[in-house]
C-alpha cells in the first residue's frame, strides 16, 4: 500500500465531534431472525457484491490511521462468515487501536470465544431478548437459547474481559423479563443494556406501541435492585448504573427517549463498503468502487472518508408516530 500522506491524525465532523469508533459489518447473513432486525423471508447479497476480508482488514487500516481507536465487528451475525477469525486476527495487530470488540447472538461463541480472546478481542456485546426458550424462538424465530448460553458461559471461560448483554423490550413480547434479564446477568457477573427498538424496516408490529423506554424499564429494575448512576462509558451510546456489590452495570441505549446524538462519535460501514455517517439517516459514501478501483492505493479512500465527515448529520430523527419506518432498511442490513 501507498505511505501514509498527509491527511489529518482525526476525523472531526461539521459539529467538531471526533469519529474515533467504527462498526463494521462484515455480513448480512444471519442464522437468526430476529423480529426487530429482519423480515422472515431475507434475500442475502451475491457473494460479489459482500466486501472480502481482506477488503475489511484494509478499511479498517485506513481508519486506524485516521485517529480510530475503536473497532466494532458486526454483522447480521459475523461469526457465520468463513474465515471471520482471520479478520479479527490481523485487526487485532494494528498499532494505534485501543480497543477490538464484537457484537453477536452467541449461537457461535462456544467454540470460538477462545481463539477471538486470543485475538484481541476485549469486549463482547451479546444479544439476549428473553430467557424463555419458546419465547426466545419465537422473537428469533429460529434461534436456540441452550447455544447461546452455552456461548455466554465460553466467553466467560475465555477470559473476556467485559460481555455485556442486549436486550431489545418490546411490549407484549418480553417486555416482563427485565428483572430476571438483569438477575441473570448479575448472577453471571456480567453486564446488560436495555435497547429501545429502533424503527428500522418494516415489520410486522406497531412499533409506537410496542417500544417500552429506558425510563420505564428502569423504574421497574428499580422496584428490585438497588441502582447508582454511573459516569462510567464504554465509548458508545449506553448510559450506565451500578448495581453495588456486584459486576453488574445495567445499560439503557435511549434513540427515542432520550437522544444521544449530541455526543455521536462512530460511523458504521455495511458489509457492501458502504459508509453511513448516522444509522438512522441515508447519509452514505460507497467506499468498495475506490478499493477495487485503487488496489494499491490507500490515498482515494482517505480523502473519502475525511470529506465523509463534512456530511454527517447532526443526529438521527426517529418518530415512532410515523406509519412508515424512519429508514427502510432493517437492523442488519446496515449493521448491529
Known amino acids: ?30 442464522d437468526f431472525r430476529c423480529v426487530y432486525c429482519m423480515g422472515e423471508d431475507m434475500t442475502f447479497l451475491p457473494r460479489e457484491e459482500v466486501l472480502t ?19 466494532r465487528i458486526t454483522g447480521g451475525e459475523p461469526l457465520v462468515r468463513k474465515n471471520a477469525l482471520w479478520l479479527f486476527e490481523q485487526v487485532g495487530k494494528l498499532p494505534g487501536l485501543r480497543e477490538l470488540v464484537l457484537t453477536t447472538n452467541g449461537s457461535q461463541l462456544d467454540h470460538q470465544a477462545l481463539p477471538l480472546k486470543e ?20 422473537i428469533t424465530r429460529v434461534g436456540d437459547i441452550n447455544k447461546v448460553l452455552r456461548g455466554i458461559d465460553a466467553a466467560k471461560a475465555a477470559g473476556i474481559a467485559r460481555i455485556r448483554l442486549n436486550s431489545v423490550l418490546m411490549r407484549g ?10 438477575q ?4 453471571k457477573g456480567i453486564d446488560i443494556a436495555f435497547i429501545e427498538e429502533m424503527p428500522l424496516g418494516q415489520v410486522d408490529h406497531n412499533r409506537e406501541s410496542s417500544c417500552v423506554t429506558s425510563d420505564e424499564t428502569l423504574g421497574v429494575l428499580q422496584q428490585h435492585f438497588r441502582l447508582v448512576s454511573s ?23 435511549s434513540p427515542h427517549s432520550h437522544n444521544f446524538c449530541e455526543s455521536c462519535n462512530r460511523v458504521r460501514i455495511t458489509c457492501k463498503g458502504e459508509l453511513f455517517l448516522c444509522l438512522g439517516q441515508e447519509d452514505v459514501v460507497d467506499l468498495m468502487p475506490l478499493l477495487r478501483e485503487y488496489p494499491n492505493d490507500d490515498a482515494p479512500i482517505r480523502e473519502a472518508i475525511v470529506n465523509a465527515m463534512k456530511i454527517k448529520p447532526k443526529g438521527h430523527d426517529f418518530d415512532l408516530r410515523r406509519a412508515e419506518p424512519a429508514v427502510v432498511r432493517f437492523m442488519s442490513v446496515t449493521g448491529g
Not at 18 to 29: F, G, K, Q
Not at 54 to 68: D, K, N, S, W, Y
Not at 232 to 252: H, K, L, N, S
Request: proline letters at 4%.
Open 1 to 30: 500500500m501507498a505511505p501514509q500522506d498527509s491527511s489529518p491524525a482525526e476525523l472531526i465532523d461539521q459539529f467538531g465531534r471526533r469519529v474515533d469508533y467504527i462498526r463494521l459489518s462484515i455480513t448480512d447473513r444471519c
Open 231 to 253: 459516569a462510567e462509558t464504554t465509548g458508545g451510546p449506553a448510559r450506565y448504573w451500578r448495581i453495588p456489590d456486584t459486576e453488574t452495570r445495567v445499560g439503557f441505549i
Open 119 to 138: 485475538a484481541g478481542v476485549s469486549r463482547i456485546n451479546i444479544s439476549l431478548d428473553s430467557l424463555d426458550a419458546e419465547r426466545f424462538r419465537k
Open 173 to 182: 413480547f418480553n417486555d416482563d423479563e427485565a428483572v430476571a434479564l438483569t
Open 184 to 187: 441473570f446477568a448479575v448472577d
Open 53 to 71: 476480508l481482506e477488503e475489511c482488514e484494509r478499511l479498517v487500516r485506513v481508519f486506524v490511521g485516521l485517529g480510530v481507536q475503536k473497532v
